[in-house]
């Protein structure tokens, strides 16, 4: 089982939780934000059509004040975050008499997560996902009953979900284990080190081989998806698809995905890019810079200490044939020792 302490002491550790910071702040933008204005800050010739989203990404690249958040309607609007004010609405309803709606955690452009609870005798805190997944409501839903069979304690749990109908709207939805915590909160305020690096990417590949070998891929490798559950560190699984399956239309493409994402089938190499870039992330607190349309593999920063450097410079190569496998990956981890970063001190003698 993989503990770690992702916190640090009591005095900040309510930075780091799910708080509802004044929506109008630079942490809010921060944490609301953080992986779309990464990306807008690396592109300094970013132009958007949207005059509130623009000033979103000029304050990313410091080129403009903090714009005005207070409306979350017209954040929601101009983020592509869309019915955000209609989940909120479902508060309060029972999902098939069983599972009551307690409270509307967080949304995507295509899904919604409320905290639950399961019945009695043994009531048991839950969350809950919904996914508008249009035409393919069925597939998606045969799909997460297929992920919710996968057992590995790398991985967080799924229960069997399916199909409902909630004011009117056709909807999957899939029941899991509450995580009170996940990396991508803590990434804005500081890096891991090594130790904490090797035990996350120790994690990634357990759950990576597991998922393949069951003729899965994860799909969404990223820091928000590494979560702790009383102090035990586990990968979401919500997003699995079967090997060779197409990528659901209504997903966008991320940081995160490989240059191919968008336009082949689910596939295990797919799944070391994007491990590749949350281990560059988690130490650098920075995704590896990637122009749109080269085709130059991403650059790493050097000063990556080893073996995390020649693992992510592996696992982010442009074509797939040419990455490290998971196995390849773990066998350089156990293979080769903890390595200081280019000019650091020699350690001291004792």
């Known amino acids: 089982m993989h503990k770690l302490a992702l916190y640090p002491p009591e005095s900040m550790a309510s930075q780091f939780r799910w708080i509802d910071p004044a929506p109008n702040s630079e942490h809010y933008i921060q944490s609301r934000f953080t992986p779309a204005l990464r990306t807008a800050s690396k592109r300094p010739g970013l132009y958007c059509p949207c ?4 000033k979103l990404v000029e304050f990313a690249q410091g080129t403009g004040d903090s714009p005005d958040l207070r409306s979350t309607a017209r954040v929601n609007r101009a983020c592509g ?9 479902l508060e309060g309803h029972i999902l098939h008499d069983k599972f009551p709606l307690q409270k509307f955690l967080g949304s995507t452009s295509h899904s919604a997560v409320f ?34 069979k996968l057992r590995h304690p790398s991985l967080l749990r799924l229960l069997p979900g399916g199909r ?20 991508g909160q803590v990434l804005p305020y500081r890096p891991l080190s090594e130790k904490e690096a090797r035990e996350i990417l120790g994690l990634l590949l357990e759950a990576l081989s597991h998922i393949h070998s069951k003729g899965f891929a994860h799909t969404h490798i990223k820091p928000s998806n590494i979560m702790a559950i009383d ?12 090997l060779g399956e197409s990528r659901p239309a209504y997903r966008p493409v991320d940081p995160y995905d490989a240059p191919e994402a968008a336009t082949t089938t689910a596939a295990g190499s797919s799944d070391v890019w994007s491990l590749g870039v949350t281990l560059v992330e988690i130490l650098t607190q920075q995704t590896p810079d990637s122009s749109p349309g080269s085709q130059a593999d991403p650059m790493v920063p050097s000063t990556i200490p080893q073996p995390f450097l020649d693992i992510a410079r592996h696992s982010l190569r442009r074509d797939p044939g040419l990455r490290w496998t998971t196995a390849q990956i773990a066998d350089c981890l156990s293979a080769l020792p ?6 650091s001190p020699p350690p001291k003698r004792k």
């Open 81 to 89: 975050v869309c019915m955000k004010d209609d989940w909120k609405k």
């Open 115 to 148: 905290l639950t609870q399961s019945p009695p005798p043994q009531p048991k805190t839950l969350a809950v996902k919904f996914i508008t997944s249009r035409a393919k409501a069925d597939f998606q839903a045969s799909v997460l009953h297929s992920a919710s």
């Open 164 to 183: 409902c109908q909630l004011e009117g709207a056709d909807l999957v939805f899939v029941l899991m284990e509450y995580a009170e915590e996940d990396l």
């Open 231 to 242: 102090g035990q560190l586990k990968i979401s699984s919500d997003t699995v698809l079967p």
């Open 51 to 54: 005059r509130f989203v623009r």
């Open 338 to 343: 903890f390595s200081s970063p280019p000019g």
